[in-house]
Each structure stands twice: as structure tokens, then as C-alpha cells.
């Protein structure tokens, strides 16, 4: 086992593991987290109806990988909202912290290229809303708007992924969990949407 590297600031309070199948460290995100590496490691999440969006420098290899669910009311709330911003302002915080660290840690924007997973629609008694289906279509608005570019995406269907994601290379493997034996990964994304309709986003953001 290799000593591990030392992570970027702000970075200390991710969950990071020997990984002995990938003979590599692994950084494990959950819900509302996410993080970038200049090392050869790679970044693991399990999605539901979350999106993950995988960001680097394809010169320089400094890259990451976050993990974002858009705030969601009930659907009256949700079919009263008009203005975008008030309905993505989470997903669209989480992509712009993400890239203004890479930015800041060396990367340049004219490097960057994207990859996207996730946005199953999994979530029970959700007939009126498809979460996932809200995932992704903003996601894939803001790599437009932002002109980036996409290079690759695994989203939609019904099913939860494990995604693992290989900033230095770009490599990514996905695992489509077609039998799940629990249901940590919905009740996981209730909390987590649950806690996230109360809380409003606080700070600034200098996009480089």
C-alpha cells in the first residue's frame, strides 16, 4: 500500500480508502459533496436519481467529481416555480465550485472536458415529478451555457450507478445496480432532498 497523498485544501474531510481491486487510493462522495485531485487516485459515488458530473484538465490531469440533487418541493410547489434559478440554484452552486477549484489549483477552462452520470428515476411516489429527468436537463443547459464540452454521458433509465471516476486519465467505470437488496440509496436521497428545500445557499462564488 502506498502512502496517501495528501489531499487539496479544503479537501481533509473526505472519506478516502486503499482501494485494492484499482491498486490506487479512492475518495468515496455522498450527497452534496464533491472533490477534485492532482493525483492518481480515483473518485467513487453511488447515484440514484443524483447527478454526477466528472470535470478536469485534460492537459494538466487535475480534475473531479461532484454530486448534486436539484431542491424539490411537492409538486405544486415545484409547478409554481417559473424562474430557473430558484429551482436549479444547488446543482448550478455545485458545478461552479467544483470548476472555480480546479481553476485555482491549476487547470485552465480551455482544458476542460465533462463527462455525466446518473439522474435515474428511482425515487417511489414520484409519478408527477421525474427528479432525474430534472438532474439532467439542467445539467446538460449549464455545459451549454457555460461552453463546455461534454464528452460522454451514462444517464437516465431507472436504475442506480456506482460510478468511478480516474481524473488523470479521464477513465470512468459505471455499474448499473440492478438488484438492490435495501433501499439505502432512495431513503439516502429523501434525507438529503428533505434537508436541502430548507436550507437556503449562503457565499459567494468568483467563477474563474
Same mark, same amino acid.
Given at each position: 500500500?502506498?502512502?496517501? /497523498?495528501?489531499?487539496?485544501?479544503?479537501? %481533509?474531510?473526505?472519506? !478516502?480508502?486503499?482501494?485494492?481491486?484499482?491498486?490506487?487510493?479512492? %475518495?468515496?462522495?455522498?450527497?452534496?459533496?464533491?472533490?477534485?485531485?492532482?493525483?492518481?487516485?480515483?473518485?467513487?459515488?453511488?447515484? @440514484?436519481?443524483?447527478?454526477?458530473?466528472?470535470?478536469?484538465?485534460?492537459?494538466? &490531469?487535475? @480534475?473531479?467529481?461532484?454530486?448534486?440533487?436539484?431542491?424539490?418541493?411537492?409538486?405544486? $410547489?415545484?409547478?409554481?416555480?417559473?424562474?430557473?434559478?430558484?429551482?436549479?440554484?444547488?446543482?448550478?452552486? %455545485?458545478?461552479?465550485?467544483?470548476?472555480?477549484?480546479?481553476?485555482?489549483?491549476?487547470? #485552465? #477552462?480551455?482544458?476542460?472536458?465533462?463527462?455525466?452520470?446518473? @439522474? @435515474?428515476?428511482?425515487? $417511489?411516489?414520484?409519478?408527477?415529478?421525474?427528479?432525474?429527468?430534472?438532474?439532467?436537463?439542467?445539467?446538460?443547459?449549464?455545459?451549454?451555457?457555460?461552453?463546455?464540452?461534454?464528452?460522454?454521458?451514462?444517464?437516465?433509465?431507472?436504475? /442506480?450507478?456506482?460510478?468511478?471516476?480516474? /481524473?488523470?486519465? &479521464? $477513465?470512468? !467505470?459505471?455499474?448499473?445496480? $440492478?438488484?438492490?437488496?435495501?433501499?439505502?440509496?432512495?431513503?439516502?436521497?429523501?434525507?438529503?432532498?428533505?434537508?436541502?428545500?430548507?436550507?437556503?445557499?449562503?457565499?459567494?462564488?468568483?467563477?474563474?
Amino acid at each position: 500500500m502506498q502512502e496517501l /497523498p495528501k489531499s487539496l485544501n479544503g479537501f %481533509a474531510h473526505i472519506n !478516502r480508502y486503499w482501494d485494492k481491486v484499482h491498486g490506487t487510493y479512492a %475518495a468515496k462522495i455522498l450527497p452534496g459533496e464533491y472533490y477534485i485531485t492532482i493525483h492518481d487516485e480515483v473518485i467513487v459515488t453511488v447515484l @440514484g436519481s443524483c447527478v454526477s458530473a466528472c470535470i478536469r484538465d485534460k492537459v494538466f &490531469g487535475i @480534475g473531479g467529481m461532484n454530486h448534486f440533487m436539484l431542491p424539490i418541493g411537492d409538486s405544486d $410547489r415545484i409547478n409554481a416555480l417559473e424562474d430557473v434559478n430558484n429551482s436549479t440554484r444547488y446543482g448550478n452552486y %455545485a458545478m461552479e465550485l467544483m470548476i472555480n477549484d480546479i481553476l485555482k489549483n491549476g487547470g #485552465r #477552462r480551455e482544458n476542460l472536458e465533462v463527462k455525466i452520470f446518473g @439522474g @435515474g428515476r428511482v425515487l $417511489r411516489n414520484m409519478q408527477t415529478l421525474d427528479i432525474g429527468r430534472r438532474n439532467i436537463d439542467f445539467v446538460r443547459k449549464y455545459i451549454e451555457a457555460e461552453s463546455l464540452t461534454l464528452v460522454s454521458e451514462d444517464v437516465g433509465d431507472i436504475y /442506480p450507478r456506482k460510478v468511478m471516476y480516474f /481524473p488523470i486519465s &479521464g $477513465r470512468v !467505470r459505471v455499474k448499473k445496480l $440492478r438488484s438492490l437488496h435495501n433501499n439505502t440509496i432512495i431513503e439516502r436521497e429523501k434525507k438529503y432532498r428533505m434537508s436541502i428545500e430548507k436550507k437556503p445557499v449562503e457565499g459567494e462564488i468568483e467563477l474563474f
